[in-house]
């Protein structure tokens, strides 16, 4: 096994990174509601804060993809790295290899199940690897709510980031921007739990591996002696 702290840190900041531009985003989603509600109310408009809100909307919406990549990038970074470990430790009966923790997330129709399947297994075997766990079959052992809490919320999120981005269009009419705006929101709003549980997620199944790592070494010590 190969401590996996480094990948785990950076994982961490890029999903930290992740949620405070989500909750920008999702403040500025507010605030053209806001401000499109007073255009339907025929309200006297301020066009200097209208080109301000423009300008913030695309610098938001620019740094949102950037990170969403980056984010993404190191997560799988990470995922992938824990998983490899449950197969350098010589772990039986794994139900997938290493490389679903990856390409799990881009095959259609697998990608709504496989990344919960892979980390499921990514929790259990390295609970049983520090040998703390009472299970004798690793399969056995429960992974608590983490996990499905972290994949629901993922699953809802990008739903409802793909039926934001089919909404979107070019229209002028308020009424129609004002419900992109609100569908943008929900969007918005559901990346900052997604983010948050994926950083409790990281930090836990990195700390059971770290435990794992010092059983082993401790336990090679033992058989060298």
Do not use: C
């Not at 949102?64 to 010589?90: C, D, P």
């Not at 549980?197 to 930090?203: D, H, K, T, V, W």
Request: charged share 20%.
């Amino acid at each position: 096994m190969k401590s996996i702290q480094g990948r785990a840190r950076l994982a961490t900041i890029m999903l930290g990174l992740v949620a405070i531009v989500s909750a920008a985003a999702a403040w500025t989603d507010v605030e053209m509601v806001v401000f499109l509600g007073d255009i339907l109310q025929e309200k006297d408009v301020d066009i200097e804060a209208a080109e301000n809100l423009d300008t913030w909307v695309l610098r938001v919406v620019i740094a949102q993809v950037t990170l969403a990549v980056l984010g993404l990038a190191s997560f799988i970074a990470w995922f992938y790295a824990a998983h490899k470990n449950l197969e350098r430790a010589g772990m039986e009966d794994l139900d997938h290899t290493s490389k679903w923790a990856v390409w799990g997330f881009f095959v259609p129709i697998l990608n709504l199940i496989r990344p919960y399947k892979v980390m499921k297994e990514v929790w259990r075997g390295s609970l049983f690897l520090t040998g703390e766990a009472e299970e004798e079959d690793w399969k056995e052992i429960k992974e608590g709510g983490i996990v499905e809490g972290w994949w629901t919320m993922f699953v809802l999120s990008v739903i409802a980031g793909r039926i934001s981005a089919r909404m979107t269009s070019d229209s002028i009419d308020a009424a129609r921007l004002t419900l992109e705006s609100m569908v943008s929101f929900v969007a918005n709003f559901l990346d900052i739990p997604v983010a948050i549980l994926g950083i409790i997620l990281i930090r836990s199944v990195t700390r059971l591996q770290e435990r794992a790592l010092e059983h082993q070494r401790a336990t090679n010590w033992r058989s060298s002696t």
